[in-house]
Every structure is written in C-alpha cells, then in structure tokens.
C-alpha cells in the first residue's frame, strides 16, 4: 500500500469540458519488499523488465518522506489556507465564528482552519439547517439565490442533465454545512455530469488506480477512464511464487495459483468467493503486485465499479467543497463528512478490545482498523468467528499469549493514545487509507500527522517546542470544553477562609475551575443526581425539576427587595445547592463571581488562545483578573472596535423592514454602549456617585460631559433611547455573511507574492492583511485618505460632545514635513515615522464612529490595517510617506539598504499624470544613482526638480526613460532580496554584513530628494 498525503489541492474549477491533464504514467513495476504476514507474488510486463520478487505493490514510500509530504512550504501552505477557507466556510460557519467573539478577518490563514474544523464539525454533527432553504428549491428560490430568472433555469437544467434534483441536492449541501448558492450548486453539478461518462468505474480503470497507488479522487477517476496504459500492456508475464520466477504465455494456469490467491484473500480479511477472485485474477492479469493491501485497495472501490448514482456522487464532492477540498480532488468513496468520520473512528478504535487484536492476527489476518472492527462486532455479539476458521479463546495472561497477539496488542494501544481528531481530519483530506493501512503504517501517519499540525499551528525551529505547546492547547481546549457542563453550584463552595472559593474577588485559575467542576460531577453521579450546569442550558426535564425545587425564588428575592432577574434566581439556586444563608450579600457574590467567570470563559476564544500559548503564557494558570485584564486589552484595539461597529452597520442597512429613524436610534445605543466599554463605564460610576437613576438619557448626558470620551457624535438632545425604537423591531441575529465571505474568496486568488511579504514581515497571512498588503501595493497612499475624508466630513458639530474638531485631526502635510526633518539616522526616522502613524490611526479611531455608513466605516478600517502593517515594514526601513502632487493623494514609497561598505537608497512614486517614478542612488565612496520614469509629462518636471537638487545631493543622477517600471522592486521585493537579484534593472541587494556607510548620509540622501520630489 503506498503511503500518500494528497494535499496539493489546486483551486481551479471543473466543469464537463474541461478534462484533465493526463501525467506521464510510469510504467515500470515497482519493486516491493517481502513482509512476514503479507507476502504475495505479482506478474511481471515486458521482455526486458527486471524480475521482481514476491511483494507489495508499488514501492512503498518511507515515512520520513511521508513526513516531508505534509512539510510544504510556508507560502505554499498559507495559500493553500487561503483556499481552504474560501472554498469551505459557510454563511453559518462565519456568523458563529462572529457570534462566539472571533474576527474571522483577521484570524491567519492556519489558524483560521483549525478553528473553522471545530466550528464545521459542530454545525455537521448538529444537523443546523441552511437558512432560508430547509424545504425546497423551486424556481424562485433559486431566481432569489442567482439574482435572476435565467440563470436559475440553467441551474436547474444543469441538475437535471446531471441526474439530479434541486432540492435533494440542496438538502445534501445543507447536511454538509454547505451554502447554497448558484456557485457551489455549479460545481457540484457540473462534477457529477462530467463523471456520469467514466463511471461505473470500468475493470482496467480500477486497476490503473490500484497500480499507480492514486486515490479515487474526480480528477484520478477520470483520468484512470481515459487511460490507454493499462490496455496497451503486453509482453511476457512472469509471477514470483515461493522465490521461484516461472515463465508463463498466459493466464491459462492461474489455477495453479488458487492456493496461493485464497491465502491472501484471508490474510485480507475478505471473504473467498466469485467477487474476491475475479479481483484476484483483475490483479494478477494487469501484472499487479497481488499482496492483502492491493485486494483491499480494490475492494474499496466496489461501489465505484458497480453503479453510478448522481445523488452519491453529489454527496461525495459536498463533503470534499466543505472540507475545504477542491471538487477534483473529492474522494469518491467518501460517503460520510470527514469531520464525523474523524470523530467516530477516535471512539470507535477506543472501544475495540484487545480481544479483538488477538483474533486478527490468530486468524492470520491483515492488522488493521478493518478487520479489527469486525472481529470487535463478532466478540460484542458473540456470534463466533466466520465460516472456516476457529474459534480464538480469550487470552489475557500474556505469558500464555504468542508473540505476534503481545504485538498486535501493544500496536493498538499505540493507535488508541495517537489517533486524535485533528490527525484524522489531515489523513482523511490526504486520502490515506485509514481502514486498510497496517496498524504500523498508521502509528507513523498519525504521529507524521500531529507532528505536522504542531508545527502549523506552533512554529518553530525546534519541534520539540511545537510539540508541548500542542499539547498546552489540547489542555486548554479540552477544558474549556469541559467547564461551560459543571455542575453551576460550584461556584458557591466555601474555601478555607469562609469565602466563596471563585467569588469575583478572589485569586483563582480556570484549571481551579475545571478542577472543582469535575470533582463536584462525580459526585453528582455517584449518587444519581443531575444537576444544573454553569453555562450549558439544562435539559427540558432537569429545567423543570430546577423550576418546581426552586418555585419560591422569586418570593424570596421579593422579600429581600432584590430585583428577580435571571442572575438573581440562579444566584439564590446556587446558595440552595450548597445550604448556604440567602442573604443580599452572599446572593451580590454569587452573581458577581457567576458574571465574571462567564464573561472570561466567552471572550476566550480559540484565536486568542492560540496567540497567548505562542507567547508561551497558559490562560489556564493565570489568575482569572490577569487573564480578563489580558482580554480586555485585546477587545479594546480599535481595529476591532471599528471592525464590529462596520459589522453593525452592515447588518442595519441590510434591514430593509426598519426606518431610518429607527436606524439611526439603534446606531445611537450602539455608540452609547460602545463608549461605555471604552471608557471602563466611566459614566456608570458618575451616575452611581450622583445618585442619579440609570436610564439611556441619564447615561448620555453623564457620557456628554465627559471630555474626549469618543462618545456619541449624532444622538441630539431629543434622543428619546429605547422608547423611540417601535415595538418589536430587532436586529436579525444572524449576521449578513454572505456579504463578507466573499473577501475570502478574492485573498485566496492573492497573488503569493503578498503573502511571502507578509510572512517576512512577521504578519499574520489573515484575509485583513492580504486586503492591506494589496492596497499598499496597488493603490499608493490609500491608507491616508481616509484622514482625508475625516477632515472633508467632519463638522463643527462634532466637537460639542468634548471630542476632536476638524482642527483637532492632524494636517498630514505637515507631519510628513516633521518625519522628513528628522530622518537623520535609522533611529530617529523610524521614531518620527512611528509617532505620525499612530497619530493618524488614533485620529481615524477617534472620530469612527461620526460615521453612519458601511462603506465609510470600512474605508476607516481598511487604513487603520494598512497603518499597522506600514508600523512592521518601517522595521526594515521601509517608509510610505504620504504626498499631494497636482491635487492626487499618493505616496512616496523609500526603503534603506545596507551592504559591505555601501548603502542603497530607493524611491517610487506614481501618479495619474506623472506615471510611475522611480530612483537609486548608492553611496559606495562616492555617490552615483538614477531616476527613472515612464512618461514624457515627467521629463521637464524631473529636469526642473534636478537643477536644484543637484548641489543638495553632492552629484548629478541619471535621468532615464523606460517603458514600464515595476515599483515592486524598488520597495516590497526588498523584503525577499533573493527573488529579485537575477533580474535585470532596477534591484536592490540587501547584504548582511555591517555597513561602512554613515547613516546619517543615507538618510540625508533620501531626505533631500523626497522633498524634492514632494514638491515636484
């Protein structure tokens, strides 16, 4: 059995007429290795042909190659992630990313996945219906998805030719977590139609997949159909039997081989019948190796031989788009997600008993999850070993067992404590043959297969250090997982001081946590009592035991004069579980520490987990005020801020039942609530302190008087709060998804370029900062427009709450002016720059949310991430200066460089007008460069600009036109000097050797003539 991890998925769409490319087929016999329990013998084609001796199939691949097939290159990887993501996620996996506090934009590429799995996995395994098409799609539902009448026609038609039923399919879609749109409904049908001609799989195509060791994936289905290699096989056939090599004209004495072919029948666990020696003489006819793993590689595709059903087909390239897997590269003999197959095969292989690998390997048996799954059916039903073979008694003295049921025992042992969830999900999407593979060879894929997750997710040079933060992150997720299902009374034991032991005032760990709520479980169990859970919702029949045990709560919050809120009821719950005094104090406690430990457990989303263990810090041993202060610093940048305010007003514009008063009262409580947060409720504690009542009105005339509060700037006096709101308008839940997921569509087509800058950036491949780094590259000084537009919209009203005026936000001019008299030296130029971006990202957060509209509001965004990553690139002396020439915003892009004895100093520009601009001038002794541009317009203005610059610079550049200049070079390919040293032009080398070049004459340089240039 050869050994494969397939995961070169492209993206590339297939369509009927599209075909595939046909690879050059190596028709060599490989040679196989001999093992003790699998040997077989295998006919050798071709006169010339090298006799092979009795063995398995095409040489197996070792596992340190294996190893390195899942080690792809970072670019390729995070492109490959990028794909995954555009191809996979639903409208419902992103809303309940969004819903459970993650910012699926700004997660990496990696990380994104790994978190999309468990999202998907849940949505699979809960059975959540797609929204808007849980019954059917007829005609207008259709016209409703594809935005016309015509196109939901020929989806309809495309269905049908390709044998199936619209709403059938799109029941599929949903089971598989699928959106259901015109896009997906097309590859699915078009992949069927397209396979409807190749299947049923014929006898020589089976055995062209079986040979060349291919997966039944769409594009090796088709491509094994359209072969004439096995066909056009001809020659002299030898079979090796015992070690002696026989010449034979034919198949006529394969009757000679019956002993020999039943042997290996059973040693595959299959039954001896017509079926499994017709696969045997398929086998041994097409000089195939004849071994236990090529009768099993063959079996597997039975039903692909047999027949073809559309609706199979349909669901086998559902559950590859929703893993993430292009359509060719869909599993045919996939019948069952991939995430619940992961799930299930981890508790199926759990629950085998040792029994079971004793009769395997007693019976002669192939080791596998195969043949121990049914000899664990015959074992738990007792119905006794098949016809033919003997019954294996259990044997559990292991000085009585033979040597090979010790090893059996101890090999699935090992798969029980590897085989993990996440290593299936990467064997299933790389076609490894789980079922089939011996048990060693599974043992190294799936330590193969964590080892490669670990380096992933944790990377770094050492894999020892990826590996313990992989575990650290099993840990935490496993507890997490478990501590939302603990008993709820947990949270009123006494601890040795006579206080609550999690109260919100004392020093506890969420480990702590866990702890006590599995201790308080067990002892729930032990004596047959349920219990109320700490943040999961009861079962319908515990809620009413719950409701009818505490049916006096409501009384006895009355009688303390205590509000009867939810959080009160279940406080006063939680003191009766325990026997504990109700007082009004202890009942404060209990909703104090019960509100605390719900707001850290649902702010610490998986992202944020994985970013903490990177920085080697466990959220489960940090006392929980660290560990929500540690949070709150994450939820308060104001990129995030602005991402959930743009969020927010892309959903409200997408209301079409409300009004635009109650549109503009809903942006109103969101800014109020909003200000709160970031001002830690300032304005709380001044209502509290006054005596004030707490309502909305109190609240914003507290906020108004509050200087620079980034309070609400368009809720006048006559804002009336929620009383102005009609009765029963709500903000739909579900979050408009559609609207956003296709960004993740458009980063997967990203050129790698940006992604390989990103990376040596030290940058997260995220969708934001794919969407940034285009910008930076395409669209010059955009990131400053923004700043632009403030100054534009603002009016004087804007100030009246205490924020920024329009005279407040800085004039970019003159700040570009104050980093430009400061580039002096690397230091200072990197100061000055620093300081005029976080001043123009903190002016842009400040008046965010004076803004009512989307499309402003993620302008706003989009700079903010453009601001951030121009902060990392000016670590490498990389600067974007922002500049007005004839009236356009652009930028002057200048990168420093260093070399033995040198430095390089390059700048572009590009204008409507101008064109692209572009200089290098090295310092090397003297002083030498050029300037370079695309347009005649530039010619005078450039000669103008040299005439004063000249005696500035020390010496007269070279002016020269060409006919395209490619600014990459010049700036962004610095980040990869390597890539660009072999071609012609306008390079800069980025040696590492210490520089004998002053900086402070660099600088002068590139200071001189950007000012120059600033005013051309």
């Given amino acids: 059995m050869r050994i494969n991890f397939d995961t070169d998925h492209s993206t590339n769409k297939i369509s009927a007429n599209d075909g595939f490319h046909n690879e050059k087929i190596n028709d060599r016999i490989q040679k196989g290795t001999e093992s003790a329990l699998n040997s077989g013998f295998l006919v050798s084609v071709g006169q010339e042909s090298a006799l092979p001796v009795a063995g398995g199939g095409k040489e197996k691949e070792p596992m340190t190659d294996f190893a390195a097939n899942l080690q792809a290159t970072d670019v390729s990887l995070k492109t490959d992630y990028m794909s995954v993501m555009s191809l996979s996620m639903s409208d419902e996996d992103y809303s309940e990313l969004v819903r459970t506090g993650q910012e699926p934009e700004d997660m990496d590429a990696t990380d994104s996945v790994t978190i999309l799995d468990e999202i998907k996995a849940a949505v699979i ?109 001809g020659g002299r056939r030898y079979y090796s039997e015992g070690g002696y090599v026989s010449e034979s004209a034919g198949l006529d004495d394969i009757e000679e081989l019956r002993p020999q072919i039943e042997d290996t029948i059973k040693k595959a666990g299959l039954e001896i019948n017509d079926k499994t020696l017709a696969d045997a003489k398929l086998l041994i006819s097409n000089g195939i190796p004849f071994t236990s793993e090529t009768l099993l590689s063959l079996d597997s595709l039975s039903d692909l031989r047999s027949t073809y059903d559309p609706a199979t087909v349909a669901k086998s390239v559902s559950i590859a788009i929703s893993a993430g897997i292009p359509e060719s590269k869909a599993n045919l003999t996939y019948t069952e997600s991939i995430y619940i197959q992961a799930e299930d095969l981890v508790k199926e292989v759990k629950s085998i008993p040792d029994e079971a690998a004793d009769e395997v390997v007693s019976a002669g048996e192939m080791l596998n999850i195969r043949n121990l799954r049914i000899a664990a059916e015959r074992i738990n039903t007792q119905d006794g070993l098949k016809t033919g073979t003997t019954q294996v008694p259990v044997i559990n003295d292991a000085q009585s067992m033979s040597a090979e049921q010790i090893h059996a025992r101890r090999i699935l042992e090992e798969v029980r404590i590897t085989m993990t969830v996440d290593a299936n999900r990467m064997l299933y999407r790389s076609n490894f043959q789980i079922d089939i593979a011996p048990m060693e060879e599974l043992v190294d894929a799936l330590k193969a297969a964590e080892e490669a997750i670990s380096s992933r997710l944790f990377p770094d040079e050492d894999q020892t250090v990826s590996n313990n933060r992989m575990s650290v992150y099993s840990d935490v997720r496993n507890e997490l997982n478990s501590i939302p299902s603990a008993p709820a009374a947990i949270l009123g034991q006494i601890n040795s001081f006579g206080g609550f032991r999690f109260a919100a005032t004392e020093i506890y760990t969420l480990h702590e946590v866990y702890e006590a ?66 007082t009004p104090e202890r009942i404060e406690q209990v909703r104090e520490a019960d509100v605390t430990l719900r707001n850290v457990i649902n702010r610490l989303t998986p992202d944020k987990v994985i970013n903490m263990i990177r920085e080697d810090v466990n959220p489960l041993n940090m006392p929980i005020q660290e560990l929500g202060e540690y949070l709150d610093g994450q939820d308060s940048e104001p990129e995030r801020q602005a991402r959930d305010y743009a969020r927010f007003l892309m959903q409200l514009e997408r209301q079409n039942e409300i009004t635009e008063l109650e549109r503009d009262s809903y942006i109103g409580i969101y800014r109020m609530i909003s200000s709160l947060d970031r001002t830690d409720d300032a304005a709380v504690g001044k209502l509290l302190e006054m005596g004030t009542q707490m309502s909305f009105a109190n609240l914003l005339s507290a906020m108004r008087s509050t200087v620079k509060s980034g309070m609400d700037y368009s809720v006048g006096d006559d804002f009336g709060g929620v009383e102005s709101l009609r009765e029963g308008a709500a903000i739909d839940d ?14 997967a087509r990203v050129n790698e370029t940006v992604i390989e800058n990103l990376l040596q950036s030290g940058e997260k491949v995220s969708v934001s900062n794919v969407e940034a780094m285009n910008a930076l590259k395409n669209k010059r000084g955009d990131w400053v427009r923004a700043l632009k537009d403030i100054k534009n919209s603002v009016t004087s009203s804007i100030g009246s709450d205490g924020s920024e005026t329009k005279e407040d936000i800085a004039d970019i001019d003159t700040a570009v002016d104050g980093v ?187 200071r001189n003539f950007i000012s120059a240039l600033k005013a051309i």
């Fill in 125 to 233: 395994k809960g059975g959540t219906n797609v929204s808007g098409y849980t019954d059917k799609i007829d005609p207008g539902t259709l016209a409703e998805i594809t935005g016309s009448e015509t196109a939901a026609s020929a989806l309809i038609k495309k269905a049908s030719d390709a044998g199936l039923e619209t709403t059938e399919l799109a029941k599929t879609m949903q089971e598989q977590d699928l959106t259901v749109n015109a896009e997906n409904i097309s590859r699915i049908t078009d992949t069927t139609e397209m396979l409807k001609d190749v299947l049923p799989l014929s006898d020589t195509g089976a055995a062209y997949i079986v040979q060349t060791g291919k997966a039944p994936t769409v594009e090796n289905i088709y491509q094994a159909s359209h072969s004439g290699y096995l066909d056009a096989r």
């Fill in 517 to 582: 709520g599995v201790s308080r479980r067990d002892a729930y169990i032990r004596a047959g009592e349920t219990y109320e859970a700490l943040m999961t919702a009861p079962r319908a029949d515990m809620g009413d035991t719950i409701r009818k045990a505490f049916a006096n709560v409501d009384d006895i919050l009355n009688e303390l004069r205590i509000e009867t809120d939810d959080l009160n009821r279940r406080a006063v719950r939680i003191l009766g579980y325990n026997s504990i005094e109700i």
């Fill in 734 to 747: 579900q979050i408009s998804a559609a609207f956003t997921t296709g960004k993740f569509a458009e980063s």
């Fill in 820 to 1006: 430009l008299e400061r580039m002096t030296d690397t230091a200072s130029a990197q100061e000055a720059y620093t300081s005029m971006l976080d001043a123009v990202k903190s002016d842009i957060s400040d008046v965010l949310f004076g803004f009512n509209r989307y499309a402003d509001v993620q302008t706003m965004v989009s700079s903010m991430r453009q601001i951030g990553l121009l902060n990392s690139f000016s670590q490498d002396e990389i600067y974007d200066l922002p500049a007005d020439i004839d009236g356009e915003l652009t930028s002057i892009r200048l990168t420093i460089r260093h070399e033995s004895g040198a430095g390089r100093v390059a700048v572009s520009m590009t204008t409507e007008v101008l064109g692209n601009i572009a200089a290098e001038f090295t310092l090397r002794g003297g002083a030498s460069g050029y300037i370079a541009y695309e347009k005649d317009e530039a010619k005078d203005r450039l000669n103008d600009m040299l005439d004063s610059l000249v005696e500035e610079l020390g010496f007269v550049p070279g002016l020269i036109r060409t006919d395209r200049i490619n600014l990459d070079k010049y700036t962004d390919g610095f980040l990869n000097p390597e890539k660009n040293k072999n071609e012609a032009g306008n390079e800069i080398k980025n040696q590492t050797e210490e520089s004998d070049i002053n900086n402070i004459e660099l600088y002068k340089t590139a």
